[in-house]
């Protein structure tokens, strides 16, 4: 074999080479796609549990801040007659 048919058999090695891979990918491009709306179209969605509001919870919460605020006036009384600045 010359020189020019041994460059002429690894060109076209290297064509059909790079042909088949490049095939392959594209297939495998289509596949995954393929694979991924089967996934979302088979996949349930998921559940949302929602909770029933306690109405127990809000009352005693503002109870709780009707307490804290009364407790905040009281120090702050406290601070400002013992220091000398009640008016």
Not at 31 to 50: D, G, N, Q
């Amino acid at each position: 074999m010359s020189e020019s048919e041994l460059l002429r058999e690894g060109l076209y090695l290297m064509v059909f080479g790079m042909g088949f891979v490049f095939i392959f990918l594209i297939i495998l491009v289509y596949a995954v796609k393929f694979m991924s709306h089967l996934v979302i179209r088979f996949t349930p969605e998921p559940v949302v549990e929602t909770k029933p509001a306690v109405k127990n919870e809000v009352s005693t919460q503002s109870v709780d801040n009707e307490h804290i605020k009364a407790v905040l006036a009281a120090a702050i009384h406290h601070h400002r007659r013992a220091r000398g600045l009640n008016s």
